[in-house]
């Protein structure tokens, strides 16, 4: 066959062959990503959808938490709880079986035991809603904290709730979070239901549970309707064990899908697959619905009680399913392939012709070459091509017999230096190749990394050990020997390090720096911990040793801040100890005092003026008043009751304080005082001014205790400008009053001075200091808006300067003419359960001329107000009472007689203040021991409507 002949059908041949092997290549990749793009494709289709329908869900639970919040609910829910409350858990437990007994036998909607529950203001609140929105609600119904009904919108199967899986999950023992119960289709709505079930609460505690059933075929299923209409494939709505929610015209909960999508849901929240449905290959993607899956804030389940209360889900999800025909996913790619493969072969034919014109026009002089090389072939490199003519051929034919003189020569000896330069080429390439790997590992190891010899000396290091000690290659390499540097003498490692070199082991160890001389600034020290082992050759001499470093400072910063947190958090547990203390004692010590108080009060009433009895009486009562004063100062130490600021000139108290003080103090004490009687007044609290005078002088007596000294007391009045108080910016500049306390005594570290302030830290014996004096000082200063400076230094003393804001003239109360107490002739239900307060509480108010009925039991007190309520005009209590508390007593008699004047009276409570008092309907709130001119003062107040 001829050359021209020969290339046309190679060239055919291999570019047909080229051309289906390329597009069989072609076809097979871009179907597989045609596949994976329709598989990717269709999976975020799918988890988008999922997405949407859980916000859709979140919408819904937001409106059922939006409808929670009414204060009509709480308010109802209140009034039922307090019912319930008032029994212990077994009568408790009987009431609900009965009532649930109750409703259950009850058949006909329209009894007025049924309809008490469905007419009431909360059920008509909860019908308006499902008239205003038609499309969105079935029942709605509302629980008390016990799971029994207070309203519905409906007559449901039972009353009672509580051990339902639904109500369990959302109440969740008192935390509380929203459960969505799968109801499924519902034929009474004529669409499929969930269930959004809510806490209640108020102030953070769950007080009920309201259930919501929403209708959600149309909103949900209106997405995923439009994508099947406008999109390839069809999406659906699926729950657990593979009923199908939604779909385009099917009815739901009708049809399952496949078997092993039902496996795939079990296994796997989200996935995609390639399967065959109905004799067609299909691309399925299956999203899980997230809110139905492992939610921190939401719950979900379904009437298979698919959830337990401690556990969580068992099973109970929502899935989007995206299916498409795998054909229609492929088809773009077979129809690229069949154009590839018809322009292909044009091209080849095209190729073909232009081969056989060029091989005709070039075959000639070939041929003829052809010949002449068949002849040397026979021959040795001897032979000489003979030259028979004058064209290019003979030019090429020269050129050929000079090719084969050299060729002879240097064949041989060229072939052999070939194969060693090859040779040692491969061989430099490979030892730069390895190098160049080993660099790059140590150069991008996060350690910081050096290599010394076998003496200790670095021959490399790496860019995270440069950066970490701040210095450069041409500092550590080849100058720096770890056996010379002095922080590893001084911390003594080299013993360790010494083991390394000389025994062949590894070794950890820990090394701290000053961070200036590397220069760090946000730390004092820096603190390194490294591993340190050797590298041996392959007799197992020590050849290297490597060294890696790892900065741990900041995770020794981060134990240092732990332990500092540990410790606030205990001052807190021992403050709220502190504070639970004091509202103990509260209680029981004003109910003592408004005893001395209001018996010495009428034994005063009774004796003559200006008799010894009289005056000893006058002391009690102010004994008595510094006793209430003193227990206000406990609780709004600990932050339960508000301190009473009044005017008044500190002269006369810092007096009394130093007249008190002299008795007790050593005489190798002297006190000196400079005390300006005429300074402006204040507004403070007397107890308190007297309370920093005896913190500031006992701590000033405990210092010179043993040495003596003297003690300086001085009052003045003091004008600072903006100048004089730099570092109290918060300070606003005026006339202050300055009170200082200084004592010669032994004076203060620095350390000492950095934590006076801090809550029970104390430099006293034990028995002489708790620590709180000068804590509890700062904090009643800064409530009076202004502030304390204090100098100290050792073998000089110490002096404390308080400075206190004067009030301006133009802030002074006008002045109130004495008025004498008033009395009155109206019938009074007095109710307190201690016997002695109760008695003097009748006795006080018949002197100011009023009827009085007193009752020592709450329940008593209810029962004889239900009988004649139009019988008193005012009613007192006291609030804290066994079996009824006096705030849930003025409430049931408010049902009974809604205008009826009340006052509750407490020594303290922590549940109940004089702004919940009046939002309930209570007149008037007071805090015990009450005088009798407040008393009587209180109650006109309360009757002549003032």
Known sequence: MKLQHKSTLLIFSIGTLSLILASILFFCQSRKLSVENAQISSQEIAEENARHIAENMKKDAHVASTLANSNLFKQALALSNSEFARLDEEEREQKITKLNKKWMGVKDVNSPFIQSYMTNPVSTYLKDQQKAFPEFYGEIFLTNRYGVIIATTKKLTTLAHSQKYWWSNSYNEGKGRIFFDDRGYDQS???????????????????????????????????????????????????????????NNIEPLSRKVSGSLIEKMESSASSSMITTLDDTKQIISLAQVPITGNSTEYCFGGKQKSVDQKKGNLGEQWFVILSRDFQEATAVSKKVTQKILFTGF???LLMAYSAWLLGRRIARPITKLAKITENINKDDFDFEVEVTSKDELSALTKSFNNMLARLQKTTTSRDKLLEEIDLRKQ???????????????????????????????????????????????????????????????????????????????TANFSVEWDAKDLGYKDTNKVHIEGTMFPIHDDKGNLTNVVNHWIDVTKQKQAEILKDQFEAQLQQAQKMEAIGTLAGGVAHDFNNILGAIIGYTEMALDDSPAGSSVANDLDKVLEASGRAADLVRQILSFSRQDDTEYILLQPASIVKKTITMLRPTLPATIEITQDIDIETSLIFADPTQIHQIMLNLCTNAFHAMEETGGRLEITLKEIDLSREDITAESHINTGIFIQLSVCDSGPGM?????????DPYFTTKGVGKGTGMGLSIVDGIIKSYGGFLT????????????????????????????????????????????????ADMGKDMLERLGYHVTVRKSSLEALETFQNQPDQFDLVITDQTMPGMTGVDLARRMLQVRSDIPIILCTGYSSIISEEKAKIMGIREFAMKPLSKKDIAVLIRKVLDGN
Request: aromatic content about 8%; overall charge neutral.
């Open 749 to 757: 570290t620095q350390e000492v001075k950095d934590k006076i302030f």
């Open 346 to 348: 044009v091209l080849i």
């Open 189 to 247: 709505v004529k669409g499929y239901v969930l269930g959004v079930v809510v806490p209640v609460k108020k102030r953070g505690e769950i007080i009920g549970i309201l259930k919501c059933n929403i209708k959600i075929l149309g909103p949900y299923s209106q997405h995923l309707n439009e994508y099947t209409r406008t999109k390839p494939g069809t999406m659906c709505l699926v729950r657990s064990g593979g009923l199908i929610i939604i779909e």
């Open 427 to 505: 061989v430099e390439e490979a030892l730069n190749n390895n190098q160049n790997f080993l660099n790059s590992i140590i150069d991008q190891s996060p350690f910081a990394t050096w290599i010394s010899d076998k003496k200790g000396t670095i021959i490399k290091c790496n860019i995270a050990l440069k950066k970490l000690i701040n210095v450069t290659d041409e500092q550590l390499v080849g100058k720096y020997n770890v056996f010379e540097d002095e922080i590893v003498m001084e911390q003594g490692l080299i013993p360790k390090i010494r083991s390394v070199f000389e025994d062949g082991k």
């Open 790 to 837: 204090f100098t100290s230094e050792p073998g000089k003393g110490t002096s404390f300067h308080i400075f206190l804001p004067v009030v301006s003239e133009n802030m002074l109360p006008d002045k109130e003419a004495v008025k004498q107490i008033p009395v009155g002739k109206e019938k009074v239900l007095f109710i307190d359960d201690e016997d002695l307060l």
